[in-house]
């Protein structure tokens, strides 16, 4: 099993900026894509971004490109997503997840991945 631990998330307001950091544990972390989903309230869970295991590619949904910035440091076992310019649009909970994968691919979709951390709220006033 490998735990995931998302931290960072808070209140903050339009325009401001947040860094989001999950921690890994339990496997090796460097084997592991990672990815970012949020969900807000009534909605589906959505992808946000995703890199691979060597951090040498990154992904990310058209709403966030250009303000969001996914990065990892595998001698921490930690993967971040850097927010700036933060929307009211943007709240959610945010979550961070990892697939086991022998390339170096990104991943978009939910069912790819095998874990997923509890999540760590995002709200962005007006």
């Known amino acids: 099993q490998m735990q995931l631990v998302e931290s960072g998330g808070g209140l903050v307001q339009a325009g401001d900026s947040l860094r989001l950091s999950c921690a890994a544990s339990g496997r090796t972390f460097s084997s592991y894509a990672m990815g970012w989903f949020r969900q807000a309230p009534g909605k589906e869970r959505e992808f946000v971004a995703a890199?691979?295991?060597?951090?040498?590619?990154?992904y990310y949904a058209d709403s966030v490109k250009g303000r969001f910035t996914i990065a990892r440091d595998n001698a921490k076992n930690t993967v971040y997503l850097q927010m700036n310019s933060l929307k009211p649009e943007d709240t959610a909970v945010y979550y961070c997840?990892?697939?086991?994968?022998?390339?170096?691919?990104?991943?978009?979709?939910?069912?790819?991945?095998?874990?997923w951390g509890q999540g760590t709220q995002v709200t962005v006033s007006s």
């Open positions: 890199i691979t295991k060597s951090g040498g590619s990154t």
């Open positions: 997840a990892a697939k086991y994968g022998v390339s170096q691919a990104i991943y978009t979709r939910r069912p790819e991945y095998n874990y």
